[in-house]
């Protein structure tokens, strides 16, 4: 004979069973729930409205000095230190385009999109195209096993003091700056650059003016 203990627990699960939703709206609101999930990574790693990675936040230790860059502009000048301890001064490369990208081994987008910027310069070299990566703030070591990890071949110079990079303004890495043969700056971009894009700015870069 039921107890009143078992009917109050009857009671209970019958109530449980009722308010559960049926199996198959579960597998909806699961999927939905982890479709939220994906789409907030995405969001982080990628721009709204693109497909291209977002920028890391970069703290700098100079501060900076001059006017900020701008368009139309003569890009300012700098001189680092490269790999082999040699110095690089941006006006050596006057008569070249240059595109000067800032990037940290510790930073997701530069590592990600590293390979493409690789891939881009070999295309593009013989054309006259130099790449100047300015590293933030890393010890050489980090650059230099960084770089040997991965075989890039590009220029790449050390701003130990973030004082090139406070020149340029810089609050996010990657950041690229793209400078005619007469030093000039012609664009910039905060974030990381598919591979067509990068494509579309050197080439627009190496086009004789007014083409």
């Not at 199996?23 to 729930?33: A, E, F, K, S, Y």
């Not at 990600?112 to 050489?140: F, H």
Request: proline residues 7%; glycine residues 8%; charged residues 25%.
């Amino acid at each position: 004979m039921a107890t009143e203990h078992d009917e109050r627990t009857a009671a209970t699960e019958e109530h449980r069973e009722s308010a559960r939703l049926p199996r198959g709206i579960q597998h909806v609101v699961l999927t939905l729930v982890i479709g939220v999930v994906i789409a907030a990574v995405a969001w982080y790693f990628v721009q709204p409205g693109g497909e291209e990675p977002a920028s890391q936040a970069v703290s700098l230790t100079a501060e900076a000095s001059g006017p900020p860059p701008k368009v139309g502009e003569p890009a300012p000048d700098f001189r680092l230190t490269d790999m082999s301890g040699n110095l690089v001064q941006l006006s050596d490369f006057r008569g070249q385009p240059v595109w000067i990208t800032f990037w940290a081994s510790w930073c997701p987008p530069c590592r990600a999109e590293n390979p493409d910027i690789e891939a881009t310069y070999q295309k593009y070299r013989e054309a006259g195209l130099v790449v100047i990566a300015v590293d933030i703030g890393e010890e050489t070591s980090a650059a230099r096993g960084y770089l040997e990890r991965t075989g890039l071949s590009f220029l790449v110079g050390l701003d130990q003091t973030t004082e090139v990079s406070a020149t340029y303004r810089i609050v996010g890495i990657p950041t690229h700056y793209f400078v005619d043969g007469d030093g000039v700056l012609q664009e910039f971009r905060i974030g990381a650059l598919s591979r067509k894009a990068m494509d579309e700015k050197v080439e627009k870069l190496l086009a004789p003016e007014g083409q």
